[in-house]
């Protein structure tokens, strides 16, 4: 599966936008691990792909490198209160699912990847790091962009998206990055 098809299957699954962009072009801010930090969302220590289990910004960027290109994906979802952490929750978990969905269907074409997804993992109700015990399903584990301090502000600009999108609404981002050898041919835009 090259990339024209891989972007064209993401439309497919209801992505709004869907880019494939050099991971030499992300740019990584370690100051922005304060926000995980912070713990606002109550996962900080409690999840494992969560800090500072999932590792350092710069552990993080290195695996990021490790990969030539990404496909960076984005749906815009209007929202009756964008600060209704319910909703926002809500529309976050749509857009994980759809990733989900997507690299599944990636990977049944043999296209295996390191997905980052739009907020933490929530592939258990309550992560066994709570209970002591190892990752249940660390295949299903994924980190957030923010996990890795990726500028997603920037990464947005960088592919044309938008990322302030006004109007109660909201743009949720996610990314695939396919093993490097897995693509069978690279088209530049």
Not at 13 to 27: I, W, Y
Not at 46 to 70: F, I, K, M
Not at 139 to 145: I, M, R, W
Request: charged residues 30%.
């Amino acid at each position: 599966m090259n990339e024209k098809q891989m972007k064209e299957l993401a439309r497919s699954e209801g992505f709004d936008n869907a880019e494939f962009l050099g991971t030499n072009q992300l740019q990584f801010d370690p100051t922005l691990r304060r926000y995980c930090e912070e713990n606002a969302c109550g996962n900080y220590g409690n999840n494992y792909a969560c800090p500072p289990s999932c590792g350092t910004p710069e552990q993080l960027e290195a695996v990021v490198r490790r990969h030539d290109r990404a496909l960076v994906l984005q749906t815009i979802q209007k929202l009756d209160d964008l600060t209704d952490p319910g909703q926002i929750r809500e529309a976050r978990g749509r857009h994980n699912e759809m990733t989900w969905r997507l690299t599944g269907r990636l990977e049944a074409e043999d296209v295996t990847g390191l997905r980052i997804m739009a907020g933490p993992c929530t592939a258990c109700a309550v992560c066994a790091i709570r209970e002591g015990a190892p990752c249940r399903f660390p295949e299903k584990k994924a980190s957030c962009l923010s996990a890795y301090c990726i500028c997603a502000e920037k990464m947005a600009r960088s592919c044309g998206m938008p990322y302030w999108c006004g109007d109660n609404t909201v743009a949720f981002f996610s990314m695939f990055l396919p093993d490097n050898g897995k693509l069978k041919e690279k088209e530049e835009k």
